[in-house]
């Protein structure tokens, strides 16, 4: 058996290997990491074991030419992705302001990659080889592939396929279909011309020789006309099924972009084989003299079970990527991974995290979404969960189950996003018992979003009183085990459809839960997601009714103080936005009052019930904000990398639309879970 190596990064790797060209060579936004949660190492894997010759380019000065010439011209083509996250959401925080850290980064170094890396990078080729196929895919293609919405130039624009000059565009997970394209590019086709691969799109000059397709409107209609921009993406929406799905085409000046319809997903037999490459785990030693790359330490030590997710949270870009129709790994690939993780020199006894975009979903959400496809006019858990669901944690419960009992392994930690209300929907307590009793590190983090129906409808989740009464049941089922651990909540503030009155209903429920979260997630508008078309035309797509947008620095910094309201800090801001909402009822001593009044704002004057410290347990019990351990943590329950990665996991902190998924081929949350699980051409 052959030594396993990286992939060739320089000439003398190639020379070492006796390789004269590469067939492919990728190039990623990203530092170069040989491991399945990086879109980058699923896509260069899956083509070598294919038997193509794959040399990487990572992170390349785009000032010149020279390192994307430094593995010479490949055979068939160049293969380009932005990274594992978005690079705008990678440069820049949802207020606009330079993130301080790049976790794909050696280092977590910034500026190593430049705004729109693939559109850059495509040029930076095209100048080198100008005949040279280009083939482009990740989350920034996957997401950009219409003409979208832009939330940093606030403006629309056209399609990443378009705009970087690029052949042809992989979208979605890519690992069946990039090994279709690089078979037609060996026989001898062009990438321009490979137009019968599902999950691609690609330009042609002339739409009749396209079939069975729907047209949505051009990029000129979409960026000059609101109404025509939320109904195309309608359109889009709806299509995004690989059973039901249609070709779509959009003009784009005297092209016709044409999207081919999603791919079907892996089965469970193709999903063990591309978690069972041979990945290294790691990242290149060259990093190591700049400290490694931060991104890893998030995943090393967790496993990826599953990915897709029939939660469609309209924040979240998972649906328009991974889709909606959940695959997921068998037992035996599972616990072949974590028994192999336990003899790594580092491993400690703790497995990270178990899961995916949604941990707790195993697989399609009803029997008929194999063959009939998901429901184009309905959601599968909102406004609540349907009827044809099939609800069972079984099969779920048995590996974790199995993974505790394997020789050195201490403790199982399942991190990743739950569905709160997919567990209440499930009448046998014994996971949910099981998940308290030996899955939770002190904390759970769940994700409410918001309370007020009227914003949960605009989210795409469920309203009413499930919450509460998850909420309850975890502490009973604590407090029967004789155990002290907490809830943390995801909260989101801004988003579409909330207003000051909603922000300030969501600050009453946390005075009366007696809770106060440290950070507060801003709603994000990236690409490919239902809010962002709803935030950018003020309009919901599905309905094409009005939506009331918080557009303001000033009332989004309201709505975001009002969930910290007992943060001495957002007190003048807090009294400003109750005074504005004519919410004085609400500043005073009494037990309902959020705030002092003005003239006693430092609690000189009698002690006020309302004011309550942070980080209280919905008990009223002092909880503090907890790290993963069970100790202090400052920001327990922050989300600020507002991303997934390309798997679908939480690298740190996490997205509000971009449980991104990472590249091509990805496996996308980074923050409750959404970087965090997905991944692919990345």
């Known amino acids: 058996m052959n030594e396993k190596k990286f992939l060739p990064i320089c000439r003398e790797d190639m020379i070492e290997r006796g390789w004269d060209e590469c067939d492919f060579v990728l190039v990623t936004a990203d530092a170069y990491v040989d491991h399945h949660s990086f879109g980058t190492a699923i896509i260069s894997r899956v083509l070598e074991d294919a038997g193509y010759k794959v040399g990487i380019i990572a992170q390349p000065n785009w000032k010149t030419t020279d390192d994307f010439m430094k593995l010479g ?18 440069h820049y925080t949802v207020s606009k302001r330079i993130r301080e850290k790049d976790l794909y ?61 690029a052949d042809l565009l992989l979208y979605g997970m890519s690992e069946r279909n990039i090994v279709e394209v690089a078979n037609a590019l060996n026989d001898g086709l062009r990438a321009k011309y490979i137009s019968f691969v599902n999950g691609t799109c690609y330009l042609v000059d002339d739409k009749d020789y396209v079939y069975d397709y729907v047209e949505i409107a051009s990029f000129k209609e979409v960026s000059e006309d609101k109404v025509k921009y939320a109904q195309a993406f309608k359109v889009q929406y709806q299509e995004q ?11 784009h000046g005297n092209k016709y972009l044409v999207q081919n319809k999603p791919d079907m997903p892996l089965s469970r037999e193709e999903l063990d084989k591309v978690y069972g490459l041979p990945y290294m785990k790691t990242y290149h030693p060259i990093y190591e003299k700049d400290g490694g790359i931060p991104a890893i330490e998030e995943v090393k030590f967790s496993i990826v079970s599953s990915r897709g997710c029939f939660g469609s949270c309209h924040f979240c870009a998972l649906t328009f990527h991974q889709g909606r129709i959940v695959q997921s790994r068998s037992e035996e690939s599972i616990l072949q991974e974590a028994e192999e993780m336990t003899h790594l020199p580092d491993f400690k006894g703790y497995i990270h995290d178990v899961g995916g975009p949604t941990a707790n979903f ?28 099939d609800v069972d944690h079984k099969e779920y419960l048995g590996v974790l189950r199995k993974m505790r009992e394997i020789p050195k392994v201490k403790k199982v930690f399942v991190r990743s996003g739950l569905r709160y209300d997919y567990i209440m929907a499930d009448k046998d307590d014994t996971f949910f018992r099981e998940l308290i009793e030996h899955h939770v590190s002190g904390q759970l983090k769940v994700a409410p979003e918001h309370i007020s129906a009227k914003v949960l409808k605009y989210m795409g989740k469920p309203a009413g009183k499930t919450y509460d009464q998850f909420r309850e049941k ?19 503030s801004s988003h579409p459809g909330s207003t000051l009155d909603t922000a300030i209903e969501l600050a009453e429920y946390l005075r009366d839960i007696h809770y106060q979260p440290e950070q507060v997630q801003d709603f994000y508008p990236t690409p490919g997601t239902l809010s962002t078309t709803m935030f950018y035309t003020g309009l919901d797509p599905m309905t094409m009714e009005e939506v009331y947008i918080p557009r303001t620095k000033e009332e989004k910094a309201m709505q975001r103080a009002l969930l910290q309201f007992s943060n001495p800090k957002k007190y003048d801001i807090v009294y400003d936005a109750l005074m504005k909402a004519g919410r004085q009822d609400l500043i005073g001593y009494g037990p309902k009052c959020l705030i002092r009044p003005r003239e006693d704002r430092f609690g000189k004057g009698p002690k006020a019930h309302g004011n309550i410290g942070r980080g209280k347990d919905s008990r009223g019990k002092n909880s503090t904000s907890r790290d993963a351990k069970g100790g202090k943590g400052k920001n327990a329950n922050s989300r600020n990398t507002e991303h997934r990665n390309a798997s679908g996991k939480a690298v740190k902190g996490r997205t509000t639309s971009s449980r991104h998924t990472g590249a091509t081929n990805s496996s996308t949350k980074n923050r409750k879970g959404s970087v965090a699980k997905g991944r692919k051409f990345k």
């Open 73 to 90: 011209k490949p055979r068939l083509a160049f293969l380009v992705n932005g990274g594992n996250m978005d690079p705008m959401v990678n």
């Open 105 to 165: 980064s050696p280092g977590g170094k910034m500026g190593l990659r430049p705004d729109r890396s693939t559109i850059v990078y495509c040029n930076k080729i095209r100048e080198a080889y100008k005949d040279v196929d280009i083939v482009i895919g990740g989350i920034e293609a996957s997401l950009r592939r219409f003409a979208h919405y832009d939330y940093w130039s606030n403006s629309v624009r056209k399609s990443i396929l378009v705009d970087s000059g």
């Open 241 to 251: 099924d690989p059973v039901t799905g249609k070709t779509i085409i959009q003009k």
């Open 362 to 389: 195993r697989g399609p959400a009803c029997k008929k979404q194999l063959k009939a496809g998901v429901c184009k006019h309905k959601e599968c858990l909102a406004p609540t969960l349907c009827k044809a669901m």
């Open 474 to 492: 975890f502490f009973k089922i604590n407090e029967q085990l004789g155990k002290k651990q907490y809830i943390i909540p995801y909260l989101m």
